[in-house]
């Protein structure tokens, strides 16, 4: 063998050593920046399932320190990466997996997976639940209407048109799904694998129906029941008009 065949076998041997970009991962669309590394949690918090935003801020700085120590304890036992994947994994226990970042208007694209059927989560919009993501499939939630699909308001009032998506849009369980999301205000518009679910419809304040929503909170991946992932989380911030 040549010199110059076993120099080309050593320099595939040293690429193939290398470790593979993991192929989900996207670059964050012009405007945009990412909210999630590929790596770890950094600019990720912990934070209490369902916990009203202005109760939060209304917390003494000492307890609200004491809260989040508990709250970052427990996401780490319930939240990690897998970087050779570049995924965010919830066991799909508590607590919920915030920004340590507050954000007022803005547009955010994230993808999700739900690993096994019969699974339920959400992307919580200011820590105000929720764009609903569910088996469309589970006998269980069939009364609470899993079968109209995910990528809606599903915790919004009653008689609220944001509550349902307009449309099915939801890809099989064990498919990687879509959510590009724009919040101005109180309104909300998402487009779920491109196809829009919600039109601008308003968020209601799940804490108080009759209370405006604070002006700038935590986007917050929720789940409870199983394992769900994420990835390509990117935001952009809508200044003030």
């Given at each position: 063998m040549t010199r110059v065949a076993l120099a080309a076998i050593g320099i595939l041997g040293i690429v193939g050593l290398r470790p593979a970009f993991p192929q989900g991962l996207k670059q964050a669309p012009a405007g945009f920046t990412a909210l999630f590394n590929g790596k770890d949690l950094s600019g990720w918090r912990g934070r209490q399932p369902n916990y009203d935003p202005s109760a939060e801020a209304a917390l003494p700085k000492e307890e609200l320190s004491t809260k989040q120590a508990e709250w970052n304890t427990a996401r780490d036992q319930?939240?990690?990466?897998?970087?050779?994947?570049?995924?965010?994994?919830?066991?799909?226990?508590?607590?919920?997996?915030?920004?340590?970042?507050?954000?007022?208007?803005?547009?955010?694209?994230?993808?999700?997976?739900?690993?096994?059927?019969?699974?339920?989560?959400?992307?919580y919009l200011r820590s105000y639940p929720q764009v609903q993501i569910w088996d469309v499939d589970n006998p269980r939630e069939v009364r609470n209407g899993a079968p109209?699909?995910?990528?809606?308001?599903?915790?919004?009032?009653?008689?609220?048109?944001?509550?349902?998506?307009?449309v099915k849009a939801d890809n099989a369980v064990g498919q990687w799904n879509t959510f590009h999301i724009k919040m101005v205000g109180s309104r909300v518009w998402?487009?779920?694998?491109?196809?829009?679910?919600?039109?601008?419809?308003?968020?209601?304040?799940?804490?108080?129906?009759?209370?405006?929503?604070?002006?700038?909170?935590?986007?917050?991946?929720?789940?409870?029941?199983?394992?769900?992932?994420?990835?390509?989380?990117?935001?952009?911030?809508?200044?003030?008009?």
């Open positions: 319930h939240w990690r990466v897998d970087a050779a994947k570049g995924e965010i994994v919830s066991d799909g226990q508590s607590p919920h997996l915030a920004t340590a970042k507050d954000f007022g208007d803005f547009e955010l694209y994230v993808d999700w997976l739900m690993v096994s059927h019969n699974g339920d989560s959400g992307i109209k699909g995910s990528g809606a308001l599903w915790n919004n009032n009653a008689d609220n048109p944001g509550k349902w998506p307009l998402v487009w779920f694998n491109d196809k829009l679910t919600v039109d601008g419809q308003v968020l209601d304040n799940y804490f108080d129906r009759a209370a405006p929503l604070v002006p700038k909170g935590a986007i917050e991946l929720q789940t409870h029941g199983s394992e769900i992932r994420f990835r390509n989380i990117y935001i952009r911030e809508i200044p003030p008009a």
